[in-house]
């Protein structure tokens, strides 16, 4: 069963990750930099960021809940709440930049970020199933449905795009394939997992939300400090520039892709790890996890040396010859980002959302001033420079939490256990009654 969850995972993340990174790239190809780089920016800057509303921080929540503190109904109600209010937020955000002369926003501009907002809301929607599958132990699900799912709404929007050159049109069809697909694939899928509670106590969702609402804050904060060069590039440049931009960020795709393949799989059974205070093999599965993704970052850093510049060019049809120390930049950038969501998960598992947010609070201020300062300084280059910047702080800030913790309850609990006495036994006879 674990070979099998590994597998689906990594191969649902690969098909959700790798859609994303040439989603852009095809569409430069097919209309050009311009609407490349208005499309870019709809669905993987601003679409994503109302993707973190209506996702509202619950999936690492959801996913460890391994004592049933809340329903699937419930879980499933309170993402209802979450994906209207992200609809609500975008249609706000777009009626302001559409009456400001100064945003630039056309027409056709107003509607895709639009139609992109109602993607990714569905696509917020979809992993409460997602979720839900790996709590009950079927990650298998979890990856076999994003990857359908996925494969679904790409290859009908990107058919769509491809006979009619009609951007607007081809967004209205992906987001009818989006819904679709959670119809035919998550719902479906969840009709054959017996550990699925469809019950619920009235009113039980909101007081899921208050329980998810600092996560939420913080998971919304980080991807404004995640997205924030590229909120400086589209204030401050062109669209081409942002089809520019978008093109030297793929490779931070791939190192989180990557690194979501190994920790993804690891959450639950270090969840039961923490509760039972195995000490050692928590420790010793926080070193093996960060040790990958330090050699994946290497392995980032030489190929975007060595080839990055060309292979982006021709994948992205624009022209990267100035923007190679950026480019290098922002895989760095995305090698600290990914040791930074494995803290920020490991600070999840240790109950500690207080510290994930006030974490991210000052340095989302500094991102803004050093995000504008820095893009006008440096135009691109400078964009990926001040997001290298951001990401480190941000990772150093969690890495110091969860060590200062981790070394605390260490303390308090004596003389950390042995793996042979009780953890590695009890973390998989829990392990085996959940499949």
């Known amino acids: 069963m674990e070979r099998k ?15 994303s990174m ?10 050009g930099t311009e609407q490349g780089g208005i499309f870019g920016f709809a669905f993987s800057t601003f679409g994503q960021q109302m993707f973190l509303v209506a996702y509202f921080g619950m999936r690492p929540l959801q996913s460890t809940d391994t004592s049933q503190s809340y329903t699937f109904t419930e879980y499933r109600l309170a993402r209802f709440a979450t994906c209207s209010m992200a609809v609500i937020l975008g249609t706000c955000y777009i009626i302001f930049n559409t009456l400001s002369p100064s945003a630039g926003y056309t027409v056709q501009k107003a509607l895709v970020v639009f139609l992109m907002v109602l993607y990714k809301v569905l696509d917020g929607f979809a992993d409460v199933y997602e979720s839900e599958f790996q709590r009950n132990g079927r990650l298998y699900l979890t990856g076999q449905a994003m990857a359908f799912r996925t494969l679904l709404s790409v290859f009908c929007f990107l058919g769509t795009l491809a006979i009619t050159r009609e951007l607007v049109f081809s967004c209205v069809v992906a987001v009818l394939s989006q819904g679709a697909g959670i119809l035919l694939f998550d719902k479906r899928m969840a009709e054959s997992v017996p550990g699925m509670v469809f019950t619920r106590t009235p009113g039980r969702q909101w007081k899921l939300l208050q329980d998810s609402f600092l996560l939420f804050l913080s998971v919304f904060l980080d991807g404004l400090i995640f997205a924030m060069a590229k909120y ?16 030297i960020f793929m490779p931070t795709s791939v190192i989180n892709l990557a690194a979501n393949f190994v920790i993804r799989p690891f959450l639950t059974r270090m ?5 039972e205070r195995n000490f050692v093999e928590f420790k010793t599965g926080l070193k093996k996890l960060s040790g990958i993704i330090f050699l994946l970052t290497v ?32 895989v760095l950038g995305g090698g600290f980002f990914a040791v930074m969501n494995l803290f920020y998960y490991v600070l999840v598992i240790m109950k500690k959302q207080k510290g994930i947010f006030f974490g991210y609070v000052p340095v989302c201020i500094l991102s ?12 691109i280059n400078g964009a990926a420079f001040s997001y290298m910047l951001e990401m480190l702080i941000l990772m150093l800030c969690f890495m110091g939490q969860a060590i200062s913790i981790f070394i605390t309850e260490e303390r308090h609990a004596g003389i950390p256990l042995h793996p042979g006495n009780m953890g590695g036994a009890g973390v998989k006879e829990r392990m085996e009654r959940k499949k």
């Open 5 to 19: 969850n590994v597998a689906w995972n990594m191969i649902g993340s690969l098909v959700y990750a790798g859609s």
């Open 22 to 31: 040439i989603l852009t790239a095809l569409v430069n190809h097919l209309i």
């Open 232 to 247: 400086a590039v589209d204030a401050r440049m062109t669209s081409t520039d942002n089809a520019v931009f978008v093109a």
């Open 271 to 275: 969840s039961y790890q923490w509760e």
């Open 299 to 330: 392995i980032a850093l030489a190929g975007a040396w060595a080839i990055g510049v060309p292979v982006l060019g021709a994948i992205s049809n624009v022209e990267l010859k100035p923007y190679k120390s950026g480019l290098l930049f922002i």
């Open 368 to 379: 803004f001033f050093l995000s504008f300062w820095l893009v006008g300084e440096g135009g």
